[in-house]
């Protein structure tokens, strides 16, 4: 075991998988002799070459649409797109190529690339770095989309998406890269050496794609998040001192019904929590699946906290950000309901 | 079987990084006068020699020769010389002041100031301009307070996007500049849209465009190279080659084999390659585009080989990825510089003028940033309201952005 930011967890995986298959190959804009504008590649060029660790011209087009190519003819490409907020100039090869290849050629063709991209605001980026895009991808069938909340996951869950034989959208929360953070931007910077899931094995390991974990058992209340918001959920149940259940998603898509219908049918209220815009967001689809599946044994209506339907703004990004007191006002809401 | 011919990935390479000597010897340049200057009705394919070639008009003398010397008055020059200087100064000054962590984020141009201040000043005010990030020069030929950009800037209470945007991604519609994007490239094919405009229109005004060469590999710029050739847009397209895009270096978007400017006849668009720190040449090649657009010739391919002299952003830097020293080493040197031994050539000009004007734009910009922060900075004084989030979505704000904006108020008590 070691001690690993989300960065070096990240960095530790693509080594792993690197020094394991030498199909594996890292791309993307300042991926390789800088090793990415978050450092998440860094070393990896020094250490594997130039053939594997590319620095590719500026195109997320040519940049997915490579790696498919590449994937067809044996690879197993980490792309990444350095902020998911200019991942769509490749959305085209993403949803009508890299999506349906398998499905369209009988399975004869198919595309394992993962497309690594740092999402999510609390960085002052204002509306062109700090987007949580899950939802767009959720909706195309064909991708895995996943998103860690901390290093040890973000280690084994990237690992079994470079193994995984199908597309993974990889999204990384680039506020938690540091440390794990609680939505309060006034408080001092916590490092992931003090958090238990800072704790990352050194070698190869895997963390199930399709597998939420619950992070905090309880009984009254289930919290569904993902990402940071799982750490801002963490501590809003905490400040109202009442037993939630806190389940981390990780994975998107395909979701994990089992284990969220299972918790929502015992505690009877469930509040979903992201930080992506509320219209036509992922939370809506797992609000209607808990309602499908547990609509007889639910005590309230199934609350959604999540970002304003606006583009993320620089100068508002705390009145943006669903912090501990949206989630805090919303579990109240339905913790009063009866 | 031993030697039978294998294929190999090709990775370009940059002649160096930290530690390395700088070394400019791949740079294809021409001295100043070598190239002719064609009629602006010239075929685009007849533009190869001039998109693989270099337009320089000052020579190592200080003084302006060959058939794109622009011949402009003294006082067009020492204008343009008190924009870049401002240019500059602005830029040094916005620096610090997000290192005193009064702003969150910066980019500065220097080293390019010739590019969108020649540029600008080439143009007619009617003419729209699609900027990219490093074009702050525009805004200073066309006279935005700096008050206004500072207040941007800081995100107060009179920024012009309400707070909503990143500093440094302005917009002025009055000024006819085009609003910035964080999504390099997108502005190329929308600026040649405008062009098309005004052409169904039948109006006479042209648009420009920029963008870095790392950008140049994006799609849309293939995009807006193909409808300016198919429409015969009335547009300037221009590449800012200045070398680096963030760590990777010019070869890595493209520029190994060939230039840039060489781009423009593949697609049948007349290709220029000019010396981007060369006030006079920047401005005669702008001159010699627009005059074709308005006339009818259609696109221009535009590159201007340059040096990104500071950091990409605050965010970043650069001795991670290129040698110190390159700058000073840097064969096309200063455009600043370069006009100001011109106009001192000419006898137009001093080191005491340069000095006081130096003084002057100084005390200006810090009389600015006085004023702005009035306003508030990121941190204290004055506030945005956090009603304004919800505003400008749409043109009306539909009934669900009602809602959350009385939740928000709710929340903050
Ligand atoms: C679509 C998109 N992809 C990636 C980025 C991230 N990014 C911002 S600036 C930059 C480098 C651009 O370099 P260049 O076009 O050469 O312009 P320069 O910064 O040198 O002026 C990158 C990769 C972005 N803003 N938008």
Redesign the pocket.
Known sequence: MARMNMIQALNSAMDVMLGRDPGVVVLG??VGYFGG?FRTTDGLQRKYGEHRVLDSP???LGIVGTSIGMAVNGLRPVAE???A??I??GYDQIVSELARLRYRSAGDFYAPVTIRTPCGGGIRGGQ??SQSPEAIFAHVCGVKVVMPSNPHDAKGLLIAAIEDDDPVIFLEPKRLYNGPFDGDPAKPAVPWSSHPRGEVPEGHYTVPIGKAQVVQAGRDVTVVAYGTMVHVAEAAARSLDIDAEIIDLRTIAPLDTDTLCESVCRTGRCLIVHEATRFGGFGGEISATIQEQCFWHLQAPIGRVAGWDTPYPHAFEWEYFPGQKRVAMALKAIMSAS | MANRPRTRLHVPQPPARPGDRADFSYLKLQPAGAQPRPDVKVSALATPPLATGLVRVLDDEHRAVGEWHPHLEPEVLQAGLRHMLLTRIFDERMQRTQRQGRISFY?R?LG?EAVSVAQAMALRPGDMLFP???NQGLYMVRGRPLVDLMCQLLSNTRDMCKGRQLPVMYHWRKGNIFSI??????QFPQAVGWAMAAAIKGEDHVASTW????????GDFHAGMVFAEVYQAPVLLNI???????S?F?GT?GGEKSTFAARGPGYGVAGIRVDGNDFLAVHAVTQWAAERARKGGGPTLIEHVTY?ASA??TSDDPSRYRPKDEYERWPLGDPVQRLKMHLIALGKWSEDRHAALARELEEEVAAAWREATQHGTLTEGPRLDPDLMFEDVFKEMPQHLLRQREQLRAERG
Request: hydrophobic share 30%.
């Open positions: 804009e300042d504008v500026i195109s997320e797109i350095q902020f907020d200019y769509y100039p062109t770095h | 980019m141009s390019e990219s990030y490093r994007s964080g999504n390099l490239a997108t963008i870095g060469e790392g950008s140049s590999a994006e800012v080659n200045n070398q680096w895009a963030i990777t010019q978007a990104r990409h952003s």
